[in-house]
């Protein structure tokens, strides 16, 4: 069965401090693959995405995502964090055929100390 | 910057009424989901259209139902509402082609007194 698990419930990183962000998925085929940010009482914004291709995918606000199909791993990494990025983030793997479904992962909530 | 709108925001409403969320998206999207969301929690997907007159039931059963009589429009309407359906719903669109990713709204946060 297709299922995202994104280990860390929490993280909290200081300012200007790098960070890596985990994501693990199963899934038979070649994965669609994404990463979501939803600040509180927000909905979910797309940060990247990965279809095929080159496998260090750069995103929005200075996010990057390396897809390692040997170690079935979309991790989401930032050189230095601002205290704006305090977020929840969410890893999803999207399940081809029909209609787009998307597996998402249950979050890692990021909190950034000054 | 994706268009998709909802309304409320935020409703308290008391037990036993009859509540419409509204989800509109001005990207012509064919398809339209709809997902519940409890506070830090992952998000259930509980419905979803193809396109016009097309809905299904996702993967977390809801009371809830929708239709899809205009591409732009996706409302979720509640008969009765009750407690248990304090939530978050959230709505999305995706275009066409499965690497196409979904666009979403801010939300409704939902409670039911």
């Known amino acids: 069965a297709q299922s995202v698990t994104q280990p860390d419930i929490h993280i909290t990183v200081s300012e200007g401090a790098s960070l890596e962000l985990r994501c693990n998925y199963s899934?038979?085929?070649?994965?669609?693959l994404f990463w979501y940010v939803q600040s509180p009482g927000q909905g979910l914004q797309l940060l990247l995405k990965?279809?095929?291709?080159?496998?260090l995918v750069q995103g929005i606000k200075g996010f990057e995502a390396e897809f390692k199909r040997s170690q079935s791993s979309f991790n989401l990494r930032k050189p230095s964090v601002h205290w704006s990025d305090a977020a929840e983030y969410f890893c999803?793997?999207?399940?081809?055929?029909?209609?787009?479904?998307?597996?998402f992962g249950a979050g890692t909530r990021l909190a950034v100390h000054p | 910057e994706a268009d998709i709108y909802q309304t409320p925001r935020y409703l308290v409403i008391g037990t036993g009424k009859k509540i419409t969320l509204e989800c509109s998206q001005t990207?012509?999207?064919?398809?339209m989901y709809w997902y519940q969301q409890d506070p830090g929690m992952e998000l259930h997907l509980i419905h979803y259209?193809?396109?016009?007159?097309?809905?299904e039931k996702g993967d977390l059963s809801s009371e809830s139902t929708v239709s899809r009589i205009r591409t732009e429009h996706f409302p979720l309407t509640l008969e009765s509402a009750r407690p248990s359906h304090t939530s978050q719903y959230l709505c999305?669109?995706?275009?066409?082609?499965?690497?196409?990713?979904?666009?979403f709204g801010d939300g409704t946060r939902l409670s039911i007194l």
């Open positions: 999803a793997v999207g399940v081809s055929g029909g209609y787009n479904k998307l597996i």
């Open positions: 899934y038979g085929a070649t994965p669609y």
């Open positions: 990965y279809f095929s291709g080159d496998t």
């Open positions: 990207m012509g999207h064919d398809k």
């Open positions: 259209s193809y396109g016009v007159n097309s809905t």
């Open positions: 999305a669109s995706a275009g066409q082609g499965a690497d196409q990713p979904q666009h």
